[in-house]
T-cell receptor
Framework: EAGVVQSPRYKIIEKKQPVAFWCNPI?????LYWYLQNLGQGPELLIR????????DSQLPKDRFSAERLKGVDSTLKIQPAELGDSAVYLC???????????FGQGTRLTVV | DAKTTQPPSMDCAEGRAANLPCNHS???????VYWYRQIHSQGPQYIIH???NNETNEMASLIITEDRKSSTLILPHATLRDTAVYYC?????????????FGKGTKLSVKP
């Protein structure tokens, strides 16, 4: 069974440019998470989906961040415009249900210059 | 905010048992204890979880105290590949509150 797939693996952009990250969860997993991880810190939740519905986006900076999960499968996280402080690893995870173990992708390392 | 307290770092000799402690004194009756680990440059990996009883799987054992205010993750024979950051997470079972909230974890260094 394939794991959670994220792309790209690395991304370098100039500040004020837009960027998008893509996540393909494990087949059959209804719950999808996006996390942000700064160097030396634990992952911080940005948004959680149950199927196509964003059930918890309270930590998502909505002025510049947006996410979607069309058809309840793949998901995209977008930043527009990117700032220097957005440099971090963006992790996607999925689980069969919200109360089962989550499986994480390898993440996308974003560098904003 | 994370509901757990873990030592920032620990060392363990290769081949010996690694015992990683976690305090969760405010845990509620419907909250599970989850453990994940994160090897450098990888996403977190699920290890084990439990509610009241001790649990064991192919990766580790989880010992939860009777009052459930603390737990210990045991890696019975640590190898160099077990070097990672280990996260202890308290999580509500089911419903809309089931988010995984990570703290800073314990950085375990397994040494030859």
């Amino acid at each position: 069974e394939a794991g959670v797939v994220q792309s790209p693996r690395y991304k370098i952009i100039e500040k004020k440019q837009p960027v998008a990250f893509w996540c393909n969860p494990i087949s059959g997993h209804n719950t999808l998470y996006w996390y942000l991880q700064n160097l030396g810190q634990g992952p911080e939740l940005l948004i959680r989906y149950e199927n196509e519905e964003a059930v918890d986006d309270s930590q998502l900076p909505k002025d510049r961040f947006s996410a979607e999960r069309l058809k309840g499968v793949d998901s995209t996280l977008k930043i527009q415009p990117a700032e220097l402080g957005d440099s971090a690893v963006y992790l996607c995870a999925s689980s069969r249900r919200v109360d089962t173990e989550a499986f994480f992708g390898q993440g996308t390392r974003l560098t904003v210059v | 905010d994370a509901k757990t307290t873990q030592p920032p770092s620990m060392d363990c000799a290769e081949g010996r048992a690694a015992n990683l402690p976690c305090n969760h004194s405010t845990i509620s009756g419907n909250e599970y204890v989850y453990w994940y680990r994160q090897i450098h440059s990888q996403g977190p990996q699920y290890i084990i979880h439990g509610l009241k009883n001790n649990e064991t799987n192919e990766m580790a054992s989880l010992i939860i105290t009777e009052d459930r205010k603390s737990s210990t993750l045991i890696l019975p024979h640590a190898t160099l590949r077990d070097t990672a950051v280990y996260y202890c997470i308290v999580r509500v079972a089911g419903g809309s509150q089931g988010n995984l909230i990570f703290g800073k974890g314990t950085k375990l260094s397994v040494k030859p």
